[in-house]
């Protein structure tokens, strides 16, 4: 695919879907990223959560078509996934969607053309496209939200690895012990993404309780195993002094999952999502900084690491994306049998 494939539908419409661990949204919009309506829904979990979930997202997109002549549909979901057949294969945040024909479903009902791909490849897409990274050739996209994942843009490509599964980064081991993401402990996901740091910030609560301390927030520490990612976030931007250590040991172990690829990849741009626009520098800072000390530094200096300047906006043009980048060449799924 080439840009100018964007430059040529600008205002050919699309509809997207997003599918987070925590939250749906479908988007109606343009070939050149004018999002026109947008619905937004909780994702269920469990095999029950799923259908409910699937089903409200196509009486959503019904919705927003209406009567309107929309080009294709294009579907960011969590992976590992399979996109050339277009079935959720097994996303750790996304229990019960396992072997989920999700393309099949939405073409049969929608009679569109539907794509899938996962959420860093799609969000890696956006912020090239419409955001951080427009004229870079080389471009990491980490998620860094309920989970962590990488889209890769190198020589100016979406590169997907021989099986599709290029970019699973979170399910690389950075310690020996630690949060678990990803069905394993002391990974990047479980030292970055929202559960992780949750994880990290109850450790430091339970801590902080056994050795009988008190703090100035003794309510919001009441039950460390109900605190969530949010939360942290929420507590280290109003300076709660052990949600900025989370904040910034998750952070440095940003670092070390960024100095890796860097090593390896040699990219322009590094581009955070969700947590790195939520925190900012609070959690940037620490990941420059090891970056610096860990990645060849003529590398880490031909290398920023930024937050996604789509915000939190990324998830809405990164559905849409998937839409132009399959459209665009040309391709289609074939069927395959629904079972919800």
Request: proline share 4%; charged share 25%; net charge negative.
């Amino acid at each position: 695919m080439t840009r100018g494939y964007f430059l040529m539908k600008t205002d050919t419409l699309y509809l997207g879907v997003d599918i987070g661990g925590t939250k749906c949204a479908v988007v109606l919009a343009t070939g050149g990223g004018d999002l026109h309506d947008r619905l937004e829904l909780r994702t269920g979990l469990g095999a029950e959560g799923r259908d409910h979930t699937v089903k409200a997202l196509l009486d959503a997109a019904s919705q927003l078509a209406g009567d309107r002549e929309i080009e294709a549909v294009g579907i960011s979901c969590g992976g590992p996934l399979d996109s050339e057949r277009g079935v959720i294969v097994c996303p750790p945040n996304l229990g019960g969607w396992e072997d989920t024909p999700i393309v099949e479903i939405f073409r049969k009902r929608l009679q569109l053309p539907t794509f899938l791909e996962n959420d860093a490849n799609a969000g890696a897409l956006a912020e090239w496209r419409f955001g951080a990274g427009e004229g870079v050739e080389n471009l990491i996209f980490l998620t860094f939200g309920t989970g962590m994942g990488a889209g890769l843009i190198l020589g100016g490509r979406l590169y997907r690895g021989t099986s599709g599964l290029a970019g699973e980064v979170g399910h690389l081991r950075l310690a020996k012990e630690g949060p678990v993401g990803f069905h394993k402990g002391g990974s990047f996901e479980g030292f970055c993404s929202g559960p992780g740091m949750a994880q990290l910030m109850a450790a430091k609560v339970s801590a902080r309780l056994d050795e009988g301390g008190s703090t100035d927030f003794g309510e919001r520490y009441k039950d460390p195993d109900g605190i969530t990612g949010k939360d942290v976030v929420a507590w280290a931007l109003d300076g709660d002094e052990l949600a900025v250590q989370v904040v910034t040991e998750s952070g440095e172990y940003l670092g070390r999952g960024i100095a890796i690829l860097i090593d390896t990849l040699n990219p322009d741009l590094v581009v955070v999502g969700s947590m790195g626009v939520r925190l900012g520098d609070l959690l940037l800072a620490p990941a420059r900084r090891i970056i610096r000390e860990e990645a060849i530094p003529s590398s880490a200096q031909a290398c920023q690491v930024v937050p996604a300047s789509l915000g939190e906006r990324v998830g809405d043009f990164a559905a849409l994306c998937v839409a132009l980048e399959h459209e665009g060449r040309g391709e289609s799924h074939g069927d395959h049998d629904s079972h919800i």
